[in-house]
């Protein structure tokens, strides 16, 4: 059962005319969790596309994820907004955020079913061309793309953006199919050096096709404008930061996709 | 004075009909010392560019640098292979070259002053648009032109090329006016831990704009044929890293000349 809301979104002038991003609300399921994600795409043709999914950061799914599906969409993907938390679970504040991102981080099989629900509702969207799937997350999103991998999904290349690369099972990295983007921010309190290096020798062990890119004066949240600009938090915008793994992550899925 | 060989190369179908590679062996001076350069430049238009010099690897000018003169030539830019060894000094095996990258990186007095001297040719030609200069380095070259940064040249970009890291004076960071990339093998057994968590302190206290990307499964010498293709020797070359490091290459030149 799906619950469509369509919505359609005036476009910013570097949008070719024809290019109108549709928005939807979609309910679906994992076990018997109620999970509410977001479609965007453009519906100024019909053909089969790269799909990507888009995992939020630990406040849930924000009008932040939102904006990451319609950008991506207006490149020419199929963007779904995963929900991990679950419909109507949106916490208020970074206390509750808290509580929702440690349930799933310190119960890694969970996430991971949580995450590949995610990705299997992408994935059975028409519009999409299963053969070339990616997904990004942000922070919490982050470690969530790199569980998906780490659970063997069949997709071509995951990308976090400031996500905790920790692993309570390294051994699992041997289950990694897909290309794999990490950016960094070279400033980021919140990443142990040991976290890191135990995720370059997780990756390294099992033979992955990594690349890990470290952005100088970046501290954790770098592309999040509502982290603010004081990076004594440990988290901050880096606007810099933000273009430049951006960027990167195009590069990363011409190659993954259009090679 | 100058011994300028004119040499026109036909040139692959990439490029437009018009575009004609022009190179030209170019003696000039530092202090005493005779050195040997290299300019490649399309002559289709006499318009001013952005300028990239080349640092050679340990070998020191080879015919290596000269290809990756004419592809940046290609890419619409005038590009100049230092000489840091001098004229006619061109090691015949890694025993001589070890010898000669062993004399400058012990000196990085006389190293500084050798790039600089590279430098300022390059910037001399009036088909450089003087504001817009980067320097890139392979291995030896990749250490050459982050001393160039560290000496203060007024230049806008560096990017090294598994180049070492490690620095007898960090403190001259704060000399670095330019915008810094770094191109890692995340496998690369010369570099050690300590001398990458050194130079990244380098650049932290420095307030330096820099970034540096690690390629998984890729060791020293990555961009470089002629390492052959085993990686427990430690350098070998990685078609996949080679690719991606030039196409970074490439986006920092667009961020950093075209902005």
Known sequence: MKNII??????AATVSVQAKIVTQTIEYKQGDATLEGYLAYDDATTTARPGV????????????????????????YVAFCADIYGKGIRPKDTSEAGVQAT???????????R???????????????????????????????????????DLQGIVSFH????SPTPADGKN?????????????????PADLAAFEDEMRQANVDWVLIKYGGAVHSFTQPMAGNDNSKGAAYN??????SWAAMKMFFAGIFHD
């Open 6 to 11: 369509p919505l359609f979104l005036a476009l």
């Open 53 to 76: 999914l888009v995992v939020h950061q630990w406040l849930g799914l924000t009008d932040y994820e939102k904006h990451r599906a319609e950008q991506l969409a207006v490149l020419g």
């Open 103 to 113: 349930k799933y981080k310190s119960d890694r099989a969970l996430l991971r079913l």
């Open 115 to 153: 995450v590949n629900a995610g990705l299997d509702e992408l994935k059975q969207n028409p519009l999409v061309d299963k053969s070339r799937v990616a997904a990004i997350g942000y922070c919490f999103g982050g470690t969530t793309v790199i569980e998906l991998a780490r659970s063997g999904a």
């Open 163 to 166: 996500g905790g690369l920790d």
């Open 176 to 192: 990694i199919k897909c290309k794999v983007l990490i950016c960094h921010g070279a400033d980021d309190p919140f990443e142990k």
């Open 239 to 244: 606007e810099r930061a933000d273009r430049r």
